[in-house]
């Protein structure tokens, strides 16, 4: 598996001049002009408080929102031609989510959950149960398989989550918050997993409010006011 | 790039788990269904069979009679030789002379006491005049002694048989030791009492003799001739039809024929008017029924919206979305078709057994109501799917 170093300079998204307006009385600018480049294999988090800009960023990036103004690329491709569904395939192919809320299926197993995207790419029902279940374990939950999400805790219910992106084979892992709902030990434990997962050679965006996580990333950027303010790289170590 | 689908498989499975993992909720949404197509199969089986009942019982009697009178004055033309001339018509099972004498005006009547030369009871009674194939052909039964024959008829023997409520009012109760009554002076013997005449239930509050001895009571000349002919199933309009001339060549038109409705041409007529009917309430209550699918799902989308953005953001269309809530939807208006036809069957037969008829429920109605409830599933579903199709994964995402 490459490692992280190998690979940056090869521009996996690329912002260029990227806004979103939101219209209305008052239009509203989410996202000022901002020009970006997250490259293969980084770790980026993406700090600011609550309303700069984070989710917006993380939701243009994951192409669930389009933006109003400039070119966002994705491996070269730009998106702002392409229609639904081909953003609809583009965003189950190369992005894997994980939100702060969970969203897990309260009726579906641990392993239903996981499986739920590949539903969408035409995988037959044995192979889904195959790749979700490796998901499952890659997460450390192959004892909880047949478990409902009320039997999990936070922490189990987020790894749920994480596996249900994994089993879709993502190039990017985009997080939203996704300790926002945590305990410390439990945040430690699922940051300390996605870590592991950039070591095997995930692209991974985090957006949160917590400093102490954006410390532990490869690049953090600083966000408020829809715009970047600042970047930098932390003194960060590869996970061996 | 793999190209996002939703295969049809997934989508019934999908269907199915969501169907079973919320059974109060799909109970609750099939419910309109479930009450629309059980209401149509109670509604049409109960037509059916009411119809069956209806025309059953029009065809044991009624369709197998018909009565023959004469208007104008001057000789008879409906005479005794009357019943013979009918007999030479094909589907004739059997003809009878009953007179009502003197307009339906009563007669006084009394009886002699239990000794002789005693007076008794005393009435005014209607005298109906019937010959003795009259009596085989309204189906005239006794409940003591017995009824009158052809040579008593014919030798004119003063004989005479009372109506079970003429008999109850005169105090006569059994035909034993020869009771005699008095008509208007002249003495009859009663020779039986009669229970039943379903062709002819009047003479039951009555008195019948026969021809030969109405002959000696006065104004026996009024009334209405009439003969009464019983035929085989069917045969009634054409014997209607033929008698006339049968009865009096020179002048058939003295001569008219009530003949009861053919049993098919009224099956057709109450099954017509009632089908129309029936079809309207039912397309108003599958209505109901598509409009409380979808109003429960359209409830159920909005409650889902984090779902549905969730599915979105995973690789979902907007028409993978409909075609997961479409596919819901229809297989709760199955759920809802099947449960309503076997309730609608029940109700059928119990309402059937309660009634006495025979449940009459068309085969292809067990098979179509299901269907019909997997039809509206599939209407109801059109907007809420649509709905749903339009949420936006961040709009669902974020709230």
Redesign the interface.
């Given at each position: 598996m490459s490692s992280a170093a190998t690979i940056y300079g090869v521009s996996e998204l690329e912002l260029d001049r990227v806004a979103v307006t939101y219209p209305g009385a008052t239009p509203v600018a989410a996202l000022r002009p901002l020009s970006l480049r997250i490259n293969t294999g980084e770790m980026v988090g993406v700090v600011g408080r609550s309303g700069s800009g984070k989710s917006t960023l993380l939701n243009v990036l994951g192409l669930l929102d389009r933006p109003t103004g400039g070119h966002y690329l994705v491996q070269g491709l730009d998106t702002g031609t392409l229609p639904e569904l081909a953003l609809t395939s583009l965003r189950a192919s190369c992005f894997g989510f994980v939100f702060q809320a969970f969203h897990l299926l309260a009726d579906r197993t641990a392993l239903e959950n996981a499986a739920l995207g590949l539903i969408y790419r035409g995988e037959p029902e044995r192979t889904r149960r195959e790749v979700a279940g490796w998901a499952l374990e890659r997460v450390g939950l192959s004892n909880r398989l047949q478990s409902l999400p009320a039997a999990l805790s936070g922490g189990e219910r987020q790894r749920v989550a994480i596996a249900r992106a994994l089993a879709q084979r993502p190039r990017v892992l985009l997080c939203d918050e996704p300790t926002g709902n945590l305990d410390r030990q439990n945040a430690d434990q699922v940051i300390e997993l996605l870590r592991g997962l950039h070591g095997e050679g995930l692209t991974v965006l985090i957006a949160t409010h917590d400093e102490q996580i954006a410390a532990s990333m490869s690049r953090v950027l600083s966000i408020d006011d829809g715009q970047v303010i600042d970047s930098w790289r932390p003194a960060w170590e590869m996970p061996r | 790039?793999?190209?996002?689908?939703?295969?049809l498989r997934?989508a019934l499975?999908?269907a199915i788990?969501?169907v079973a993992?919320?059974p109060l909720r799909t109970l609750l949404t099939s419910l309109g269904a479930l009450l629309a197509v059980g209401t149509v199969v109670v509604i049409l089986g109960l037509g059916d069979s009411a119809a069956g009942a209806v025309s059953g019982a029009f065809n044991q009697l009624r369709a197998t009679t018909v009565t023959f009178s004469e208007q104008g004055t001057g000789k008879p033309a409906i005479t005794e030789a009357s019943e013979q001339a009918l007999d030479r018509l094909h589907g004739v099972i059997d003809a009878g002379l009953v007179w009502t004498l003197n307009d339906g005006a009563l007669y006084d009547v009394s009886r002699l006491g239990p000794l002789y030369h005693t007076a008794g009871a005393s009435s005014t009674l209607q005298v109906v005049m019937v010959s003795a194939r009259g009596l085989r052909t309204v189906g005239a039964a006794v409940a003591n002694g017995r009824l009158f024959d052809t040579g008593m008829d014919a030798s004119h023997q003063p004989v005479a048989l009372l109506g079970s409520e003429a008999a109850s009012g005169l105090g006569i109760t059994s035909v034993a030791g020869s009771p005699a009554i008095y008509i208007a002076g002249q003495r009859f013997t009663v020779i039986g009492i009669v229970r039943a005449a379903p062709l002819e239930p009047a003479t039951l509050a009555g008195i019948i003799v026969p021809v030969g001895a109405a002959i000696d009571l006065p104004d026996h000349g009024g009334g209405s001739r009439q003969l009464i002919v019983h035929t085989q199933s069917g045969a009634a309009q054409l014997i209607a039809s033929q008698g006339p001339d049968a009865i009096d060549p020179y002048n058939p038109s003295r001569i008219s024929a009530a003949a009861p409705i053919d049993p098919s041409q009224l099956r057709n007529q109450v099954s017509s008017q009632l089908t129309t009917l029936l079809l309207v309430i039912a397309l108003v209550t599958m209505l109901v029924g598509v409009v409380s699918i979808a109003n429960v799902t359209l409830l159920s989308v909005i409650q889902r919206r984090?779902?549905i953005?969730?599915?979105?953001?995973?690789?979902?269309?907007?028409h993978?979305i409909a075609l997961m809530i479409v596919s819901e939807t229809t297989l709760v208006g199955v759920i809802g078709g099947v449960i309503g036809t076997s309730g609608g069957v029940l109700i059928t037969a119990l309402v059937c057994a309660l009634k006495g008829w025979a449940p009459a429920i068309e085969p292809t109605i067990t098979l179509a109501a299901p269907l019909a409830g997997a039809l509206s599933g599939l209407l109801a579903g059109a907007y809420p799917a649509w709905r749903a199709s339009s949420v936006t994964?961040?709009s669902a995402?974020?709230r």
């Amino acid at each position: 598996m490459s490692s992280a170093a190998t690979i940056y300079g090869v521009s996996e998204l690329e912002l260029d001049r990227v806004a979103v307006t939101y219209p209305g009385a008052t239009p509203v600018a989410a996202l000022r002009p901002l020009s970006l480049r997250i490259n293969t294999g980084e770790m980026v988090g993406v700090v600011g408080r609550s309303g700069s800009g984070k989710s917006t960023l993380l939701n243009v990036l994951g192409l669930l929102d389009r933006p109003t103004g400039g070119h966002y690329l994705v491996q070269g491709l730009d998106t702002g031609t392409l229609p639904e569904l081909a953003l609809t395939s583009l965003r189950a192919s190369c992005f894997g989510f994980v939100f702060q809320a969970f969203h897990l299926l309260a009726d579906r197993t641990a392993l239903e959950n996981a499986a739920l995207g590949l539903i969408y790419r035409g995988e037959p029902e044995r192979t889904r149960r195959e790749v979700a279940g490796w998901a499952l374990e890659r997460v450390g939950l192959s004892n909880r398989l047949q478990s409902l999400p009320a039997a999990l805790s936070g922490g189990e219910r987020q790894r749920v989550a994480i596996a249900r992106a994994l089993a879709q084979r993502p190039r990017v892992l985009l997080c939203d918050e996704p300790t926002g709902n945590l305990d410390r030990q439990n945040a430690d434990q699922v940051i300390e997993l996605l870590r592991g997962l950039h070591g095997e050679g995930l692209t991974v965006l985090i957006a949160t409010h917590d400093e102490q996580i954006a410390a532990s990333m490869s690049r953090v950027l600083s966000i408020d006011d829809g715009q970047v303010i600042d970047s930098w790289r932390p003194a960060w170590e590869m996970p061996r | 790039m793999p190209v996002s689908r939703y295969r049809l498989r997934d989508a019934l499975r999908e269907a199915i788990t969501n169907v079973a993992r919320s059974p109060l909720r799909t109970l609750l949404t099939s419910l309109g269904a479930l009450l629309a197509v059980g209401t149509v199969v109670v509604i049409l089986g109960l037509g059916d069979s009411a119809a069956g009942a209806v025309s059953g019982a029009f065809n044991q009697l009624r369709a197998t009679t018909v009565t023959f009178s004469e208007q104008g004055t001057g000789k008879p033309a409906i005479t005794e030789a009357s019943e013979q001339a009918l007999d030479r018509l094909h589907g004739v099972i059997d003809a009878g002379l009953v007179w009502t004498l003197n307009d339906g005006a009563l007669y006084d009547v009394s009886r002699l006491g239990p000794l002789y030369h005693t007076a008794g009871a005393s009435s005014t009674l209607q005298v109906v005049m019937v010959s003795a194939r009259g009596l085989r052909t309204v189906g005239a039964a006794v409940a003591n002694g017995r009824l009158f024959d052809t040579g008593m008829d014919a030798s004119h023997q003063p004989v005479a048989l009372l109506g079970s409520e003429a008999a109850s009012g005169l105090g006569i109760t059994s035909v034993a030791g020869s009771p005699a009554i008095y008509i208007a002076g002249q003495r009859f013997t009663v020779i039986g009492i009669v229970r039943a005449a379903p062709l002819e239930p009047a003479t039951l509050a009555g008195i019948i003799v026969p021809v030969g001895a109405a002959i000696d009571l006065p104004d026996h000349g009024g009334g209405s001739r009439q003969l009464i002919v019983h035929t085989q199933s069917g045969a009634a309009q054409l014997i209607a039809s033929q008698g006339p001339d049968a009865i009096d060549p020179y002048n058939p038109s003295r001569i008219s024929a009530a003949a009861p409705i053919d049993p098919s041409q009224l099956r057709n007529q109450v099954s017509s008017q009632l089908t129309t009917l029936l079809l309207v309430i039912a397309l108003v209550t599958m209505l109901v029924g598509v409009v409380s699918i979808a109003n429960v799902t359209l409830l159920s989308v909005i409650q889902r919206r984090a779902e549905i953005g969730l599915r979105r953001s995973i690789g979902a269309a907007p028409h993978h979305i409909a075609l997961m809530i479409v596919s819901e939807t229809t297989l709760v208006g199955v759920i809802g078709g099947v449960i309503g036809t076997s309730g609608g069957v029940l109700i059928t037969a119990l309402v059937c057994a309660l009634k006495g008829w025979a449940p009459a429920i068309e085969p292809t109605i067990t098979l179509a109501a299901p269907l019909a409830g997997a039809l509206s599933g599939l209407l109801a579903g059109a907007y809420p799917a649509w709905r749903a199709s339009s949420v936006t994964p961040i709009s669902a995402l974020q709230r």
